[in-house]
């Protein structure tokens, strides 16, 4: 089992910075594959970006220079650098843990962060 617990949302003007983050519980931190998701009102959640357990990244086109993931295994913490905030980014932000144990892999989510970018 995994327990993930965001923080780090808010209110912020177009072009200002947020970071989030979230704190992983249990076991395996270091091995699975963190990653952010986001789901604007009426829409479906889309992928932000993904980091695995020895720091490659993959990032959605729509944040790539602006956004950046990071995590720090020994907090079993992953965050995510927003920069150049557009409303557009205006969403419920996720955390993921995708974690594979031998052939079973298993997705946990935290409870969300909201960000707000005012134009």
């Known amino acids: 089992q995994v327990h993930l617990v965001e923080s780090g949302g808010g209110l912020v003007q177009a072009g200002g910075s947020l970071r989030l983050s979230c704190v992983a519980s249990g076991s395996s931190f270091s091995s699975n594959v963190m990653g952010w998701y986001r789901q604007a009102p009426g829409k479906q959640r889309e992928l932000v970006a993904t980091i695995g357990s020895h720091g490659w990244t993959t990032y959605a086109e729509s944040v790539k220079g602006r956004f950046t993931v990071s995590r720090d295994n020994s907090k079993n913490t992953v965050y995510l650098q927003m920069n150049s905030l557009k409303p557009e980014d205006t969403a419920v932000y996720y955390c993921?843990?995708?974690?594979?144990?031998?052939?079973?892999?298993?997705?946990?989510w935290g409870q969300g962060t909201q960000v707000t970018v005012s134009s």
């Open positions: 993921n843990a995708h974690q594979r144990v031998f052939i079973t892999e298993t997705d946990y």
